[in-house]
DNA sequence: CCTACCGATCGGTAGG
DNA sequence: CCTACCGATCGGTAGG
């Protein structure tokens, strides 16, 4: 069933080139430099994202992340309450990157794209890109990870899932009455994003097919032509 | 992006019903009645499956597994080396399983259905069943938890995914033949395993499509009529 | 953000 | 397959 994909083993506890070394030391917390401060606590998302997508989130310890960013074993608690929220600030800050990402995406083309097809080409494109592009792992983490976070959280997730997902509609709505889309919407749009998501597990940035080549292929596979 | 359903937070240590009660207690091991060691070991890994689906494989611990059947602490270790070779058991057995099942639903439909578009709306059909049917846990278990099996244990599993996939091939092949295909066969096929295999995450038994609705829609997805 | 630590859980084993 | 257990790991916290 197109499940392969090597394990990546892991060199275990490898900090970040450099990164400890950068760290400063004595320096007094909290001060009006709060550059800092966030930039330790968005280091730690990127690295959390980055070992939760390698290894699971069961599987990466905070000990393991907290390595990843210089720190000691019990300082990621200081800028999280727990393993779990840190787990739902990757997925939300995936989310929201993609929702901007997505709007520049729409944005750049609508000079030159106003046809559905050419739309859908946009839209599914920039999924790749989010799926696939280098040091994206916050929305695959999100989306494999899912059983990992509670009904509340999952519920803030919805709706930012619901912001990305609005422009898809009036897009599939239309290739649907012009023909170029048989299937019925609401089920063609999972399924549709099913093929997308499930791209995570067998692309390989090295080998095979482009992302250009990819979109080609499933603009292929879900429409066809003007009648 | 469509990742919804609802985290099914379990009864925890519900034991399967009545089957603790059944266990026979005096009974001396390895008699020449081997009827039960093989049912043991065939529960253990109808519960494993069960739980890795709904909590994942690092958050099942064996001693749920061992409760699921009626079993103490340690005894699962009595069938099976070791917890990663259970995950291996399950896999397999899944694979087995519908690799049979494709078999008999092809052998099935041969007699009335030739044509290629019937003929992948046969194996789309009975994909559904392996992955939402009643009881099926073993397939999506393999493909959500493909991170915690070693490689040489991803070998054997690619072997029977590609004797799974193998009458997959002519059938699209001859789609793309007749211009009702329009896709590169190869991502294609990866992008339509993609679609199938992601409604493990949203598709809910109780309510919506049934797997005839849905197996109609992704054919009108896939395909186009003949020209 | 570090030090030092706690309580709990877990995979697995010896020995019957 | 059970009993009893070990060593390791883990999330999280107090106190600075």
């Known amino acids: 069933m197109d499940q392969p994909a ?23 917390r909290k001060t009006v430099d709060e550059r800092d401060d966030g930039n330790r606590r968005a280091e730690l998302v990127r690295a959390a994202a980055k070992l939760f997508r390698r290894k699971g989130f069961d599987a990466t310890s905070t000990r393991d992340i907290a390595a990843a960013v210089g720190m000691r074993n019990g300082s990621p608690f200081y800028h999280f309450k727990s393993k779990g929220v840190l787990l739902h600030a990757v997925m939300q800050e995936g989310m929201r990157a993609a929702i901007e990402r997505q709007h520049e995406a729409l944005h750049q083309s609508e000079q030159q794209t106003t046809n559905p097809r050419g739309l859908l080409a946009v839209l599914i494109r920039n999924h790749f890109d989010v799926l696939l592009g280098p040091g994206n792992d916050f929305i695959p983490v999100m989306l494999y990870e899912s059983r990992s976070i509670t009904a509340r959280q999952r519920a803030t997730l919805a709706a930012l899932q619901g912001e990305y997902e609005a422009p898809w509609e009036p897009v599939l709505q239309a290739l649907h009455r012009s023909g170029q889309l048989q299937a019925d919407v609401k089920l063609a749009r999972l399924l549709m994003f099913g093929a997308l998501n499930w791209s995570v597990q067998w692309f390989d940035r090295r080998k095979g097919a482009s992302l250009d080549e990819l979109t080609d292929a499933a603009l292929a596979l879900f429409t066809r032509d003007l009648p």
């Open 6 to 28: 090597a394990r990546h083993t892991a060199p275990a506890t490898a900090p970040e080139s450099g990164v400890a070394a950068r760290r400063p030391r004595g320096r007094p």
